[in-house]
């Protein structure tokens, strides 16, 4: 037996009510809680989904609440493996082989400055398009990370114009998720948000220190070849975005339309 619509949502706001305020994953535990509860419905047919929810949700109301940490870590890893998968498409390659081509074609260091201009454009546009796309998901649990990573290839591509600075971009992210992780499991929840700034102005003072520091080994070879390739990093990260969205459209449509 499927669940309608209303029950569908009715888990949703129990969840809602109960705490767990980012969209994604209350949805990732409403799928499991509807799985769970068509499966004890199927074995006694003559009990209602109230009765059998209500049960339910005693016996693991505790342990559900409990795992909405490590559901938040798993969102944010699919988003960065999805990111580097980005990486490793056909469109990507032609891109890339385009690339090259001009680079080796045309002395384009000269429109250093039309390229600055153009990558800066793209960093609204993509940066625009998150919020617009986003705004009807409302809450989500990687909407900090998707923003961190947008503002992170903005410094890379837009102000510090420094190749090696991607090489730390994704590590650092992963590193800051697992540091995240690790604060709020060993400090009190009113110190948690101190304990994430400093670790946060850490690491972004470290990553611009060797931003910085990594700035000699640029040759112009090196940065006219940078002018291209930040467009292979915004389509990816565009992408990225835009395959997000539409997971999470085609996975819980029947929640967020209106209960029939």
């Given at each position: 037996m499927?669940?309608?619509r209303t029950e569908l949502k009715f888990i949703d706001n129990y969840l809602l009510n109960?705490?767990?305020e980012y969209l994604d994953v209350r949805m990732e535990l409403n799928d499991h809680i509807a799985s769970a509860i068509e499966r004890e419905i199927q074995k006694d047919t003559s009990q209602t989904f109230y009765e059998v929810f209500?049960?339910?949700?005693?016996?693991n109301k505790k342990?559900?609440?409990?795992?909405?940490?490590?559901?938040?870590?798993?969102?944010?890893?699919?988003?960065v493996t999805d990111f580097l998968k980005n990486f490793l498409t056909k469109e990507v390659?032609?891109?890339l082989v385009l690339i090259l081509f001009i680079n080796n074609k045309l002395n384009l260091i000269a429109f250093q400055e039309f390229f600055s201009v153009l990558s800066l454009a793209m960093f609204v546009i993509v940066l625009c398009f998150y919020f617009i796309s986003f705004k009807k998901l409302r809450k989500i649990s990687t909407g900090k990370l998707l923003i961190g990573l947008i503002g992170l290839l903005f410094y890379c591509v837009v102000y510090s114009q420094n190749i090696f600075g991607l090489l730390?971009?994704?590590?650092s992210l992963f590193l800051l998720g697992q540091v995240r992780f690790t604060?709020?499991?060993a400090i009190k929840e009113e110190f948690v948000v101190v304990a994430q700034v400093m670790v946060g102005m850490l690491a972004m003072v470290l990553f611009i220190s060797f931003v910085e520091w990594s700035r000699q080994f640029v040759t112009s070879e090196m940065v006219t070849f940078y002018f291209l390739f930040q467009f292979i990093l915004w389509f990816v990260l565009f992408k990225t975005l835009l395959n997000y969205k539409k997971t999470i459209l085609k996975k819980y449509k029947?929640?967020?339309?209106?209960a029939s």
């Amino acid at each position: 037996m499927k669940l309608t619509r209303t029950e569908l949502k009715f888990i949703d706001n129990y969840l809602l009510n109960s705490g767990v305020e980012y969209l994604d994953v209350r949805m990732e535990l409403n799928d499991h809680i509807a799985s769970a509860i068509e499966r004890e419905i199927q074995k006694d047919t003559s009990q209602t989904f109230y009765e059998v929810f209500k049960d339910y949700m005693v016996r693991n109301k505790k342990s559900l609440l409990q795992a909405c940490d490590l559901q938040e870590r798993k969102l944010r890893h699919s988003i960065v493996t999805d990111f580097l998968k980005n990486f490793l498409t056909k469109e990507v390659l032609f891109l890339l082989v385009l690339i090259l081509f001009i680079n080796n074609k045309l002395n384009l260091i000269a429109f250093q400055e039309f390229f600055s201009v153009l990558s800066l454009a793209m960093f609204v546009i993509v940066l625009c398009f998150y919020f617009i796309s986003f705004k009807k998901l409302r809450k989500i649990s990687t909407g900090k990370l998707l923003i961190g990573l947008i503002g992170l290839l903005f410094y890379c591509v837009v102000y510090s114009q420094n190749i090696f600075g991607l090489l730390i971009i994704l590590p650092s992210l992963f590193l800051l998720g697992q540091v995240r992780f690790t604060i709020k499991k060993a400090i009190k929840e009113e110190f948690v948000v101190v304990a994430q700034v400093m670790v946060g102005m850490l690491a972004m003072v470290l990553f611009i220190s060797f931003v910085e520091w990594s700035r000699q080994f640029v040759t112009s070879e090196m940065v006219t070849f940078y002018f291209l390739f930040q467009f292979i990093l915004w389509f990816v990260l565009f992408k990225t975005l835009l395959n997000y969205k539409k997971t999470i459209l085609k996975k819980y449509k029947c929640i967020f339309e209106k209960a029939s």
